[in-house]
């Protein structure tokens, strides 16, 4: 409820449901590892001598910058959870991989 509206979201056709408690702590246990991470690519970064140039520093910034923004966006996915709002394109369950397509395509028959 929000200043006297109630939101429902339908998301692929289904009412969405918020996150559960365990859900979030796993959510807020991978943002921390993701920061852990995040950091630990940092300090390397830095021994590698990312902020002196070099064409190994620039990759290691890049890394680092990489696993930085992993951690930001893990931290607003567990920030919208947590505040009762959807993810759309993520399941807040678990990221299970699809099923297969039932039709293979070859090569030769693809174009």
Known sequence: ???G???AYAVNG???EAATESQLRQMKADW???K???GRAA???DAKGGSRGGLIGMF???SAEAENMTATMMGARYRL???GMPILGVSVESNKPSAPSPRVVRDKDAL
């Open 1 to 3: 409820m929000l200043r």
């Open 81 to 83: 959870a947590k505040a």
């Open 5 to 7: 509206l109630t939101l």
């Open 43 to 45: 300090a390397a970064a």
């Open 36 to 38: 852990a991470r995040a």
């Open 60 to 62: 290691a910034l890049v």
């Open 14 to 16: 289904k009412s969405w």
């Open 32 to 34: 921390d590892d993701a």
